[in-house]
Nanobody, 115 residues
């Protein structure tokens, strides 16, 4: 199983970014995918999740209405569209899945929101 995130960077407050996570090594469409984030000095937290077939998504209260998780099962990719970014969104963002009894993480992508 391999998860590779991309799309992070530096953005001004109020700006937008879209993160991507390319997955391989398992039947992507059969498993839920999640985005987590970890800010300096804080614990890793769940940001958003989406079931294998798409459909009902879930979000942390802190990002509801600003972030959107989606997936393209034909491309084995999950996305996180982030709008109205705030400095407190600054963190390393990780892609995650649980499959075949194990939990897998990507290497993370840094998102920095600063003027």
């Amino acid at each position: 199983v391999q998860l590779v995130e991309s799309g992070g960077g530096l953005v001004q407050p109020g700006g937008s970014l879209t993160l991507s996570c390319a997955a391989s090594g398992f039947t992507f469409s059969s498993y839920a995918m999640n985005w987590y984030r970890q800010a300096p000095g804080k614990e890793r937290e769940l940001v958003a999740g989406i079931p294998g077939g798409g459909g009902r998504t879930n979000y942390a209260d802190s990002v509801k209405g600003r972030f959107t998780i989606s997936r393209d099962n034909a491309k084995n990719t999950v996305y996180l569209q982030m709008n109205s970014l705030k400095p407190e969104d600054t963190a390393v963002y990780y892609c995650n899945t649980k499959t075949l009894g194990s939990v897998y993480w990507g290497q993370g992508t840094q998102v920095t929101v600063s003027s």
